[in-house]
T-cell receptor, first 112, second 116 residues
Framework: GEDVEQSLFLSVREGDSSVINCTYTDSSSTYLYWYKQEPGAGLQLLTYIFSNMDMKQDQRLTVLLNKKDKHLSLRIADTQTGDSAIYFCAEMPLAGSYQLTFGKGTKLSVIP | EAGVAQSPRYKIIEKRQSVAFWCNPISGHATLYWYQQILGQGPKLLIQFQNNGVVDDSQLPKDRFSAERLKGVDSTLKIQPAKLEDSAVYLC??????????????FGPGTRLLVL
């Protein structure tokens, strides 16, 4: 079965880079997602990567995937106070019913 | 393009009462999901619909929870009777359901339920 693990907290200074880490267990082909949740809001899709890719960049966001270690990271360059939120890693195996399994989320706090 | 709509946004009830949540997915999205998010946890799938049929309801506590999507568009999730441990955010999500390689899910703002 799938299991997704994340560290619970991260604190960075404004302007620095943030790196949020995630490990997953599914060994089949899979999509891996990063969602952002601000207080009192739903989940906002940030980016995704397919398990046969190593890296994906989208403006300030860079996703790195280490398939051997099943390790995924999200790097936010030039972190701003508006980036303060909870970030969820999720995986979706391609076999089956296209269901997402989420980690518990990493709370990012940006210090001005 | 309008996103996933949910109502109400907040609900406070006493235990053993009933409550219902409503979701309107993105237009044209065939697949609809209901998730339960307990404080400090990631969302957990309760039920998945493809059009008006249930794909997976294995994690839905069927003794008290029910959901329907009669016309394949809007959906309602009901809890009857509610327990204290049902306090959570109930998130609705939708996706194209075209069985394409990438089935990205888009989430609504959620309904926050507090059971006293």
């Amino acid at each position: 079965g799938e299991d997704v693990e994340q560290s619970l907290f991260l604190s960075v200074r404004e302007g620095d880079s943030s790196v949020i880490n995630c490990t997953y267990t599914d060994s089949s082909s899979t999509y891996l997602y990063w969602y952002k949740q601000e207080p009192g809001a739903g989940l906002q899709l940030l980016t995704y990567i397919f398990s046969n890719m190593d890296m994906k960049q989208d403006q300030r966001l860079t996703v790195l995937l280490n398939k051997k270690d099943k390790h995924l990271s999200l790097r936010i360059a030039d972190t701003q106070t508006g980036d303060s939120a909870i970030y969820f890693c999720a995986e979706m195996p391609l076999a089956g019913s296209y269901q997402l399994t989420f980690g518990k989320g990493t709370k990012l706090s940006v210090i001005p | 393009e309008a996103g996933v709509a949910q109502s109400p946004r907040y609900k406070i009830i006493e235990k053993r009462q009933s409550v219902a949540f409503w979701c309107n997915p993105i237009s044209g999205h065939a697949t609809l999901y209901w998730y339960q998010q307990i404080l400090g946890q990631g969302p957990k799938l309760l039920i998945q619909f493809q059009n008006n049929g249930v794909v997976d309801d294995s994690q839905l506590p069927k003794d008290r929870f029910s959901a329907e999507r009669l016309k394949g568009v809007d959906s309602t999730l009901k809890i009857q009777p509610a327990k204290l441990e049902d306090s959570a955010v109930y998130l609705c999500a939708s996706s194209l359901g075209a069985r394409e390689v990438k089935e990205t899910q888009y989430f609504g703002p959620g309904t926050r339920l507090l059971v006293l």
